[in-house]
């Protein structure tokens, strides 16, 4: 790299950060640690590890070895390198160049488009669940899709009046899923107690069969449920103090987040057979069967802390997405509407309205021609697929990053980010394979190898558009 490169990527942090100063700095210390657990914890996934069975330990700790942890401290590194609104899009921007920056941007973005898109399967389940009445409610797909545009409506709703109000609905969704799996994980050894459960062994170590399912498992288990650790950096021009408080989050949490996996895993198991786990609602699913006739009110009670969890989590995913059109508008990316601030709560207002839009399309598109699981799950592998192209940039910095951009760690976490790699491009290779019963596996296969691959031929295509307008 020249000189003359070396200044202008001095030059265009400095952009980034005297943009960031017309934002409101709402996040502590205490919110950043409620976000992290939010975004890391993924019930989503504890269904996906149940397919595990026994063996879900082993590959808990295995994923915990050669992905959490080098994540953890990656972002640590590049963190308090580059504490930038606009987190991993800034980063991998200033390693590589403006298309890979844009590029990983219009990954994370699909991803949070897709993921919030099944925010109406996922309240339609969890109300089946607390009312038995209701079970029709989700299997009815008019029903998803009032759910759908109601809830994307609050979630555009929440991002525009930014985190004065947000954090504490966000932080009120942190505390929700700590109650709800504390119940969980107490309540196999409570029937224990009562001798309502014949026996239960919650950390027993089970070799994992060798065979193309079980990868596909460990891989969707290690990368969607462990990921998010980076999201936060996000929100860096709207944190206190974010080069230090991010990194103080990611340590505080870390341990938590991979006790909560294991112990909550184990206990699901204890009720529900790995053969019918409902993937889209496991919690409920083993809390109805844990209680059985004496959970009438207490049930529903912690179907509903975990629907707000939910929605917390959808509203701060939401809200992190809507960031990226807008720093990409800083950068000359993407045209300057993107960019354009709301008078009073200074967030992008017309970025969150088309986030909001493009997220009620995708999650009508996904309903059509196929069964509420199947549904459920294509939009779910969609999206992470998405968000684990845009982890290959993350973990492929310290690796390939000039090395006079100073972005190179020591030689220990190059190691992990290799490692970290690796098991990122096996999911991203995995994902077209469900792990659950679909109506033509093939189908499924084409399904998600031709929109992951589409989507970012056509992210190419506006990028380029886009230069030839950009300014000098």
């Given at each position: ?35 992290q657990?939010?975004?890391?914890v ?6 996906t ?55 990983v ?62 954090k ?12 709800t ?47 998010g ?72 009670i ?38 354009r ?8 207002v017309?970025s ?25 799950e ?14 290959l ?5 310290p ?7 100073g ?63 950009r300014?000098?």
């Amino acid at each position: 790299m020249t000189a003359a490169d070396n200044i202008a990527l001095s030059t265009s942090e400095s952009e980034t950060r005297a943009h960031s100063t017309a934002l409101r700095r709402e996040l502590g210390i205490v919110d950043l640690v409620f976000a992290q657990i939010l975004l890391v914890v993924v019930p989503d996934f504890f269904g996906t590890a149940v397919k595990a069975g026994p063996a879900h330990v082993v590959l808990w700790l295995a994923a915990i070895l050669l992905f959490f942890i080098p994540l953890a401290f990656l972002v640590v590194h590049l963190n308090r390198l580059m504490p930038l609104e606009g987190g991993l899009y800034e980063w991998a921007r200033l390693a590589f160049n403006d298309q890979i920056g844009f590029l990983v941007a219009w990954n994370l973005w699909l991803f949070i488009m897709l993921y919030v898109a099944v925010i109406g399967l996922v309240t339609t389940t969890s109300v089946a669940y607390a009312v038995p009445s209701l079970a029709w409610i989700a299997g009815d797909k008019w029903a998803v899709l009032g759910a759908s545009i109601a809830l994307i409506g609050l979630q555009v709703l929440l991002a525009a009046v930014g985190f004065r109000v947000g954090k504490w609905f966000n932080n009120a969704g942190s505390v929700a899923v700590l109650i709800t799996v504390a119940v969980l994980v107490g309540l196999p050894l409570v029937n224990l107690w009562r001798g309502a459960l014949p026996s239960f062994h919650p950390l027993r170590l089970v070799v994992p069969p060798a065979t193309v399912f079980t990868l596909s498992v460990f891989s969707k288990m290690t990368f969607g449920a462990l990921s998010g650790f980076e999201y936060v950096a996000i929100f860096a021009g709207e944190s206190r103090n974010p080069a230090g408080n991010i990194t103080k989050s990611i340590l505080i949490t870390a341990p938590v987040i991979a006790l909560i996996y294991i112990f909550t895993t184990s206990a699901i198991l204890a009720y529900v057979s790995p053969d019918s786990v409902d993937v889209i609602g496991p919690i409920p699913q083993a809390l109805r069967l844990g209680f059985g006739n004496f959970g009438a009110f207490i049930v529903p009670i912690a179907i509903y802390l975990l629907l707000m969890n939910y929605l917390s989590t959808f509203s701060l995913y939401f809200s992190g997405s809507a960031r990226l059109p807008m720093t990409a508008g800083w950068d000359h990316l993407l045209p300057a509407w993107f960019s354009r601030l709301h008078a009073r709560y200074k967030t992008p207002v017309n970025s969150i309205l088309f986030l909001g839009g493009a997220t009620l399309a995708a999650s009508v598109a996904a309903l059509i021609g196929v069964g509420e699981q199947e549904a459920y799950e294509l939009l779910l592998t969609w999206g992470f697929t998405f968000y684990g192209m845009a982890y290959l940039a993350l973990f492929a910095i310290p690796l390939l990053a000039p090395r006079n951009r100073g972005l190179r760690p020591r030689l220990a976490l190059r190691i992990a980010a290799a490692s970290g790699f690796l098991v990122t491009l096996l999911f991203v290779v995995l994902s077209i394979f469900p792990v659950i019963r679909v109506g033509s596996e093939s189908n499924y296969s084409w399904k998600i190898a031709a929109v992951v691959v589409s989507a970012n031929f056509l992210g190419w295509l506006i990028y380029r558009a886009g230069q030839r307008n950009r300014p000098t």
